[in-house]
């Protein structure tokens, strides 16, 4: 049996971690700049909720990695 380590271990999903992730950093900043600086400021508050959850959303699928291992 091999013996367990952090390198063994380590698992990335990379549509998840390196696609998803930045896209949806980079897509609540622009929602975030925007609601702070348009005149329009609650349509982009509610973009960036929408973000926001999907963001969360995303920690929520770490769990269903757990139950994989």
Known sequence: MKSQ???NHIRYYPPHHFVYY???MTLLAF???FS???EDSL???FISAVFV???CLAFILRQHYALTL
Do not use: E, G, Q, R
Request: proline share 6%.
């Open 5 to 7: 380590s952090y390198k």
């Open 22 to 24: 930045p896209i949806i």
């Open 31 to 33: 929602s975030i700049y």
């Open 36 to 38: 702070c600086t348009t």
């Open 43 to 45: 349509i982009w508050i």
């Open 53 to 55: 959850v999907l963001f």
